[in-house]
């Protein structure tokens, strides 16, 4: 530390003064000069290096500074869903059956094709029911045959019996006969119409309008009525079959919003409600039904394609939602819910205190702690302090300096009441002194 001839400290500039106004006697010593030179010029290095080190000191804080992301603290909706996953199907869908075991003859129709009700859609036949159908009209045509021939000769017979030229006893064994030729045709005739019917049943038409799909069988293969040959499903309206785990389903109920999505689509969404559920839970899976009716007028929809189904159970509007990242959790949060969370004040970190709520996916609900439309840090509070200096990087995902309020990277603000000269003027104050020293 420099000291003055007395060995006196130097404190102040003031101190100074006796060696810039010298009176006329000191002026004229010789030694004056020769001490008052070297002095100036060490109380001018002095000022230098305070000028420096304090520099140095505003350079360190700003590099002690840490970069840090923002975001605007935002109100919004606290919505609790549960996610399943179920099976599309069509509200009219027909599983067709063959009513015969017999043989697939045709197939004209395949997956995805259109159809009418009515509309034939297979034909199962084999020779036998051919032979068992003209069997039946020939044993029909046989019994008429006799019939006939029986009642020719009863009518023939009967004058006779009458005018005492027959026996009585011909006439009662002619019309035992007849009685017997009539019955045989009656049966005869149910056989027709009997395999009349089951060749009819050999032409398997459509039960409704709508598209065909799982077809099982192909030409050439047997069908029984144990497997069905295809379905027919009306692709317009569509239904979501769920099975919900039992905490869920109890809290599901009908007209509940709900959003379906293709598993792989799920950008692609379609606005339904629950239009079924199930009165019990199945005791070995613990599952209820649920069913969603979904409007496919468009045809984004395909029957049968798996579908994530979002039900809405609740909805709490007007809460303070925040990122997850953003909140810094203690050893007392899963008791108590209590945590922290850093916001940005005029490039200061402060500390909050806040209370968590619900969770809704990457979102945190905060009860208390946080008012909205203030910048709350997202990455980078990890690292500090309450009152530590940070350096806006990005506010809502952009460029601080594009956001109210921002300044750009490694821009400082000044502090209110602050000139543009206001530095120059320092070093202007040391030139005067160095100009007095010379005088």
Known sequence: MALYPNNAPIKHLSNLEPLMYPSNDEANHKGYWRRAIPLASLALFLLAASSCESQEDEDLD??????????????????????????????????????????????????????????????????????????????????????????????????????????????????AQLRAARAQVRQAAAGAGQATVQQGRTVIRSPISGVVSGITVQEGEIASPQMPLLTVVKPDDLKVVLRAPERHFLRIAKDMPVTVSPLTDRQMTVDAKVTLKGPVVDR?????????????????????????????????????????????????????????????????????????????????????????????????????????????????GKPASESPGGHEKGEKPRPNGADEGGGVGQEASGGDLQAEAQR
Do not use: C, W, Y
């Not at 994530?308 to 809460?319: N, Q, Y």
């Not at 959790?329 to 806040?354: C, K, N, P, Q, Y």
């Not at 909205?372 to 350096?391: M, Q, V």
């Open 62 to 175: 700003e590099q002690s500074a840490h970069a840090v992301s923002a975001i605007r603290v935002e109100r919004g909706d606290l919505i609790e869903s549960v996610a399943l996953v179920g099976e599309l199907q069509g509200v009219e869908e027909v599983r067709v059956l063959p009513m015969v075991t017999d043989t697939v003859r045709r197939l004209p129709v395949r997956e995805g094709d259109v159809v009418r009700a009515g509309e034939v859609l297979a034909i199962v036949a084999s020779e036998l029911t051919s032979q068992a159908l003209e069997q039946a009209d020939a044993a029909l045509e046989a019994a008429t045959a006799n019939r006939d021939a029986l009642e020719r000769e009863v009518g023939r017979i009967r004058p006779l019996v009458e005018a005492g030229s027959a026996p009585r006893s011909q006439m009662e064994s002619l019309e």
């Open 284 to 396: 070995m899976t613990r599952t209820g039904l649920i069913e969603v009716a979904v409007d496919n007028s468009e045809g984004h929809l395909v029957p049968g394609s798996l579908v994530r189904a979002t039900v809405e159970i609740s909805r709490k509007g007007d809460v303070i939602l925040v990122p997850a990242e953003a909140i810094l959790f203690t050893g007392e949060t899963e008791l108590s819910s209590r945590a922290m969370a850093f916001i940005a004040e005029d490039d200061v970190a402060r500390r909050r205190d806040v209370v968590l709520g619900e969770r809704q996916g990457d979102l945190l609900e905060i009860r208390r702690g946080l008012s909205e439309g203030e910048l709350l840090i997202t990455r980078g509070a990890h690292f500090l302090r309450d009152g530590g200096p940070i350096r806006l990087i990005r506010v809502d």
